[in-house]
């Protein structure tokens, strides 16, 4: 999976490569939408990317509401909005750092014994 424009009943590729990739023209078609999106939900990958000046400048000139986030978080806002209906959308951008919590550490660690006891049987 790579980078997604995602709508509430609909997944497309998006044609981005890393938060630089993020520009006015990789967002033009989000304002281009009608109904206008209530909100678009930007996630730039890792905690800490951020979005160029220029393109914040440039959503904000199309009176487009738009929240910024890492990735994981983006997609949390855009499940919380779209479960109450808004007309929201998400430009997300996979994060290159993905870290598990310890039930996940614990439940990978647990599948790759039981898959070696299985092996050697």
């Known amino acids: 999976m790579g980078p997604m424009a995602i709508f509430s009943k609909s997944v497309l590729c998006w044609n981005v490569r890393t938060v630089i990739d993020i520009t006015p ?15 678009l939900v930007i996630g730039v990958g890792n905690r800490g990317d951020k979005l ?9 000139s199309k009176k487009l509401g738009f929240e910024i986030l890492p990735s994981s978080q983006a997609c949390s806002t855009f499940n919380f909005l779209n479960s109450e209906q808004r007309y929201v959308a998400a430009a997300i951008i996979p994060p290159t750092n993905v870290a598990l919590n310890l ?14 006891r299985l092996y050697e049987e």
Request: charged share 35%; hydrophobic share 30%.
């Open 25 to 39: 023209e990789s967002l033009s078609a989000f304002y281009l939408l009608e109904p206008k999106l209530d909100i």
């Open 52 to 60: 160029s000046p220029q393109t914040v400048e440039y959503l904000r």
């Open 103 to 116: 039930d996940e550490e614990f439940d990978a660690g647990y599948r790759r014994q039981r898959n070696l």
